[in-house]
């Protein structure tokens, strides 16, 4: 699928879920069916956005692949891999801090939501970006 009609797709997909608010009065298997679908289609859109940040990344469009990073985090709050490609994008801006900033955020909701840490590539990142933050303000110095 081109880039375009990704975007067309995720702009549709972000006016709100399928039949979101519909509901038939005793009509449980039309409410399974219905949710179903919707996951479905959860699952499709969040794939399109996984492609299209790929792709944006590749082509070196940090603004939109970070602006689509923020989409798939609302929509998977715990996911880490967008965590650290959101990381990766800021480093590669040199805002080390601002990679440092998102780290704290993810851990906090790790800690507060699921009682967990980060995993071990996530937290790795974010040690080699506090010694570049260190780095760089040592050097101003």
């Known amino acids: 699928m081109d880039l375009t ?3 067309s797709s995720q702009n549709l997909y972000e006016k ?13 298997p039309f409410e399974e069916w219905m949710h179903r679908l919707r996951d479905q289609m959860q699952d499709k859109m969040t794939e399109h956005l996984q492609t299209s ?20 985090l609302k ?7 967008i965590y650290r490609k959101l ?9 080390f801090n601002r990679c440092i900033e998102i780290y704290q ?12 840490e980060p995993d071990v590539e996530t ?3 974010f040690e080699k970006n506090y010694e570049r933050a260190y780095s760089c303000k040592k050097d101003r110095s």
């Open 87 to 95: 990381m990766e994008l800021y480093a590669l801006d040199r805002k």
């Open 75 to 81: 929509i998977d709050e715990f996911d880490e891999v």
């Open 16 to 28: 709100g879920e399928f039949m979101e608010g519909f509901h038939v009065k005793d009509a449980d």
């Open 105 to 116: 955020q993810l851990s906090e909701t790790l800690d507060q939501e699921l009682g967990i």
């Open 5 to 7: 009609l990704q975007e």
């Open 123 to 125: 937290t790795r990142l």
């Open 53 to 72: 940040l790929d792709t944006y990344m590749k082509q070196g469009k940090l603004d939109d692949a970070k602006a689509l990073c923020y989409r798939l």
